[in-house]
């Protein structure tokens, strides 16, 4: 039977069928006409989840022969727990976490890992209630500490949570209440398993944090994918048990890897850099950007005060993300030695979650110096946005596009992996190879720019494989030459440089050696035309020019030189041009009577005395 009350006392009866879901009342007192008649039933809820029944009342009239219907059915509209039921009489909701979305920062083999949680409840979760995180008994807390540092929403939940080792429970403590409905978003630290691992199923619960205190928020929604540590073994050891330390790496076992050895590549965790993991970057605060959800419906920018960061168009992630940029400063990024074209003249930029494909490609942006993008550019180096592809650890640039009045560099990205901006070396052949098959090795240096092998001083040929002797003979000792004053600077054997007055607009002090060479060697495009018939003659100081051609002379020998001519060939002075590579002759007068062969020029070189094979129809 089923008591109820009415305004001014007990007034009803009735029955309840639980088949039908039916209540009979009886009106037993009083007749009741254009009044109101408010009535209350207690009745207990059910413990599943529903909506909101269609409940209609039906009245029979007593000695009449008619009957109403009416569905004006409600409650007052109340809120409890933050579920509104107003106008929804008998709507039961469970109390539960309805979204729990877990994300990390690595998945290597025992490095700590960075883990992100994003939460929300059906209901109000009360202050100083206590979240427990499960699943994560393969891993291990810092330090192997039994608390852990919490990073969260300020004054909501608590700084630190207790850990327990041997179950993998995570404990949180609330410090003020939490909405319904409202995300909440936070992170912590852990150290990822050290072995080969599958992924670990994370659920959360709550034990009365709900408006009830009877009631318990419910272990519900898995985050699948975090903690799996899968490592290929390193294919420069035959055994498993180092799996994922340190050790040799590569096509050869050639390098060493500082961090995680997976078949021939060598992967870093979060902020360590180079192509061996062996440089530990320096985290700069001003250009990172806090972790931040993104939806896949919304534009979500990630940008630090230096413009550095993510921007991901609306529709560009796959599912909601927990994203953090962080920015690194790393000296000389060690780039594998088989992409020696590339330097690194930004910071490395790192996004986590690392690996994440996108829908749609988000954008870029890296700060850069201009000042070093001028003096790449100097050096006919190209600017270019690349990232890293963590699966070959390669560097790989994108098109991109350099903002010279911000420093920024933007480029595309069809996944989230570290960036950096790069300077790309034009030379085809890596130093010091060069030639057109790079089958040529100089000994000198060469120059950044157009690939010719620049010799120091008493090197000599192409490739700057001839080492000479300085021949006293033809040498002078550096000798001060007064601004626009007239000099004769010669050895014994006239093997030197006749300055006129006027040529100087400055002091120099003028150095004359000489160098026996034999058989010098040219570049291959002139070795059939060119063959040097003297000593090398090198004039200092380098790359002085002069107001007034100067007159060169060397020594020649004179039956070399009849030999020459007799075979049809010319011999004249020649300079070598260091841009270039090649010798480039200048026409001259051999004296007959001293022997010595004079050109005029404007500039200071590497001369000789060159033989000259006539060219046909030339």
Excluded at 200 to 205: E, L
Excluded at 389 to 409: I, R
Excluded at 477 to 495: L, Q, R
Excluded at 560 to 577: H, K, P, Y
Aim: charged share 15%; with cysteine.
């Amino acid at each position: 039977m089923v008591q109820t009350s009415a305004l001014g006392g007990p007034l009803v009866h009735g029955f309840f069928n639980p088949v039908t879901g039916r209540i009979v009342l009886y009106n037993l007192h009083e007749q009741f006409s254009d009044n109101e008649l408010v009535l209350s039933i207690t009745v207990r809820n059910q413990m599943c989840s529903q909506d909101s029944p269609d409940i209609r009342i039906t009245a029979d009239f007593a000695g009449e022969n008619r009957t109403v219907s009416t569905s004006a059915v409600g409650t007052p509209n109340t809120e409890i727990g933050g579920v509104e039921n107003g106008g929804n009489p008998l709507l039961i909701v469970v109390a539960r976490f309805v979204s729990l979305m877990v994300f990390e920062s690595t998945s290597l083999p025992s490095v700590e890992n960075q883990i992100y949680v994003l939460f929300e409840a059906n209901v109000d979760v009360r202050a100083n209630s206590t979240l427990r995180l499960f699943g994560f008994s393969t891993a291990s807390g810092p330090a192997s500490t039994t608390t852990f540092s919490v990073t969260g929403p300020s004054g909501l939940l608590a700084s630190h949570g207790e850990w327990d080792l041997s179950s993998g429970v995570l404990e949180i403590s609330t410090l003020a209440g939490i909405s319904a409905n409202d995300a909440v978003f936070f992170s912590f630290t852990l150290v990822n398993p050290s072995a080969n691992t599958p992924a670990a199923s994370v659920n959360i619960g709550c034990n009365r944090c709900s408006f009830d205190a009877a009631v318990e928020v419910a272990t519900t929604e898995a985050a699948d994918g975090i903690l799996a540590v899968s490592v290929e073994p390193p294919a420069c050891t035959s055994g498993s048990m180092d799996l994922g330390s340190p050790g040799p790496f590569g096509p050869a076992c050639e390098y060493t890897c500082a961090g995680v050895r997976s078949g021939r590549e060598c992967l870093c965790a979060p902020g360590r850099f180079g192509f061996d993991c062996s440089q530990q970057g320096t985290l700069n605060v001003t250009n990172s950007v806090p972790a931040m959800v993104v939806e896949d419906d919304e534009q979500t920018m990630l940008t630090a005060a230096s413009g550095t960061g993510v921007t991901f168009p609306a529709g560009s992630v796959m599912r909601t993300l927990v994203v953090s940029v962080a920015s690194y400063t790393v000296t000389d990024l060690k780039i594998h030695p088989t992409q020696w074209k590339l330097r690194s003249v930004s910071e490395v930029v790192e996004p986590t979650p690392p690996g994440e494909p996108l829908a749609l490609p988000a954008e870029v942006t890296v700060a850069v110096s201009m000042t070093a993008v001028a003096a790449e550019q100097a050096q006919q180096r190209t600017i270019q946005l690349a990232f890293l592809n963590v699966s070959s650890g390669m560097w790989q640039t994108v098109p991109s596009s350099l903002d010279s009045s911000t420093g920024h560099v933007r480029g595309p990205a069809d996944f989230l992996s570290p960036w950096t901006v790069m300077s790309i070396d034009p030379r085809r052949c890596l130093p010091p190879q060069f030639g057109a098959q790079c089958q040529r090795t100089c000994q000198g240096s060469l120059d950044a720019t157009s690939s010719v092998c620049i010799c120091p001083s008493g090197r000599f040929g192409f490739e700057c494989a001839q080492q000479a002797t300085r021949n006293p003979v033809h040498s002078v000792n550096p000798t001060p030459v007064a601004a626009g004053a007239a000099a004769e600077v010669k050895s014994p054997t006239g093997a030197g440089v006749s300055i006129p007055e006027g040529a100087t607009t400055s002091d120099i002090t003028v150095e004359v050696t000489g160098y026996d060479v034999e058989d010098l060697s040219v570049d291959p495009s002139q070795s059939a035309i060119l063959k040097s018939v003297s000593i090398v003659l090198e004039m200092k100081p380098d790359g002085v020019r002069f107001a007034r051609p100067v007159t060169l002379s060397i020594p020649v020998d004179l039956t070399t030189v009849a030999a020459e001519q007799r075979r049809g060939n010319a011999v004249n002075m020649a300079f070598l041009n260091t841009t270039t590579g090649l010798w480039e002759v200048l026409p001259g007068s051999i004296d007959q009577t001293t022997g010595l062969l004079r050109a005029q020029t404007n500039h200071f070189s590497v001369w000789t005395a060159m033989s000259i094979v006539p060219v046909d129809g030339g």
